[in-house]
């Protein structure tokens, strides 16, 4: 059971998120949350949190790896030349993620 506002994950038996304080609908009524705008399991270069194309924010965040950690061993390859032609093409093969279209429900 997820909470209709926040979406995170609650006990079955509560009646009122621990996150956020709404009130938890009670049986089968309740909806589960909102499907993400975009597939988790694509790799997209996001449009913000990037410094130069947003490639390794890419791989952080489809993998899960921390954000700094990749960067830091993005460095260190690109120090050879392999890695800054990798690096490079990567740049170019992976696709920039698709603008967010906001909904407004009538």
Do not use: H, K
Not at 51 to 61: H, R, S, T, Y
Not at 68 to 83: D, E, M, P
């Amino acid at each position: 059971m997820f909470c209709s506002r926040c979406g995170s994950r609650l006990d079955p038996t509560s009646r009122f998120c621990s996150s956020c304080g709404a009130p938890i609908a009670s049986g089968p009524s309740s909806s589960p949350p909102p499907p993400p705008p975009f597939a988790a399991d694509n790799l997209f270069r996001p449009r913000n949190n990037r410094m130069i194309a947003g490639v390794c924010a890419a791989f952080a965040l489809r993998y899960g790896w921390d954000l700094n950690l990749v960067r830091i061993v993005t460095a260190l390859i690109c120090l050879s030349g392999a890695g800054a032609l990798a690096y490079l093409i990567a740049w170019i093969i992976i696709p920039e993620e698709p603008y967010a279209v906001p909904t407004n429900p009538i």
